[in-house]
């Protein structure tokens, strides 16, 4: 099939796309404005692959999309970019609706424009993937609840409030106009290629520069981990296997404190790297609690029986094998964490006149 990825030099979106040319026989078309979270160095291994191709466009702009389905003629869509860190959403959140409802709306209307021209076999077959957050379901105060495919929407924060906009949009695309869609909602994300704001690979690479491991609050907030290579397996399997109309919720079975996250990286690194920074005694010692973010969830816990059921997904990583795969990979790939930190990976970003050149 031809699967046209949205986001896919983010991180989740960029695990789809590695996983896709490794593993399958799909031919895949990436669309990523690249903002400060997309990374090409991301897609390295596969970036010469025949059956990759990566175009630099805004998922709001209708026309160049447009343009681009009539083109490359896709079989499925899978939408991942998204604007996606609650810090940033609540400090500017003007992007995150721009991006995550805006941007949404256009990629609908430009799917359903060229959807609706296709014969009638093709139609049938179409899919429109929308890979969304648990975060649109708030958060949950017992010890035993989950969240399933029917739990009410109550997001806390900017970005979970945009994220849940677009699910909306999404399911009224499909029983307004009839597009086949399908979604999915998932637990947090760690793994190999992380953006280095996120949790896990700051505590990472904090630590090796010996600076303080910040934790919000007192750090007994909980997560469900999902390791993303994972998650890459789930949302392939829902886009082309998953029902119309359905909505598959995706989780690690992994629930974890954000302190005890925290530890478990120290843990490992007192195993494993090299060396300790000058001065630093025990990892943990760089363990800093600071100011709780406003609103912040408490926890957070999917049931993902459904996937089970239905298509036979499940995680192949524990918690503990995927944070050391993930420890160990950040250990083993320095460089690019440094392209990161310094900006450089942001001057593989194309230029216009290439991207003109791409998409005419």
Known sequence: MRILVTGGAGFIGSAVVRHLIANTEHEVLNLDKLTYA???????????????EFVQA???DQP????????FEPDVIMHLAAESHVDRSIDGPGDFIQTNVVGTYALLEATRGYWSQLPEARRSAFRFHHIST???????????????????????SPYSA?????DHLVRAWHRTYGLPVVVTNCSNNYG?????????????????????????????????WLFVEDHARALVEVATRGKVGETYNIGGHNEQQNIEVVRGICTLLEELAPQRPAGV???????????????HDQRYAIDASKIKHDLGWVPAETFETGLR?????????????????DGSYQRERLGNTEHKDLIA
């Open 38 to 52: 997309g990374n090409l160095e991301s897609l390295q291994p596969i970036a010469s692959n025949s059956r990759y």
């Open 58 to 60: 805004d998922i709001a």
């Open 64 to 71: 160049t999309v447009a343009r681009l389905l009539a083109r």
């Open 134 to 156: 648990d975060e649109v379901y708030g958060d949950l105060h017992g010890v035993d609840d989950l969240f399933t495919e029917t739990t009410p929407y109550a997001p806390s």
């Open 162 to 166: 945009s994220k849940a906009a677009s």
């Open 192 to 224: 190999p290629y992380h953006f280095p704001e996120k949790l896990i690979p700051l505590v990472i690479l904090n630590a090796l520069e010996g600076k303080p491991l910040p934790v919000y609050g007192d750090g007994k907030q909980v997560r469900d």
């Open 281 to 295: 005694a025990h990892f943990a010692d760089l363990i800093t609690f600071v100011k709780d973010r406003p609103g």
């Open 325 to 341: 795969k993930t420890v160990q990979w950040y250990l083993a790939n320095l460089e690019w964490c440094r392209h990161v930190q």
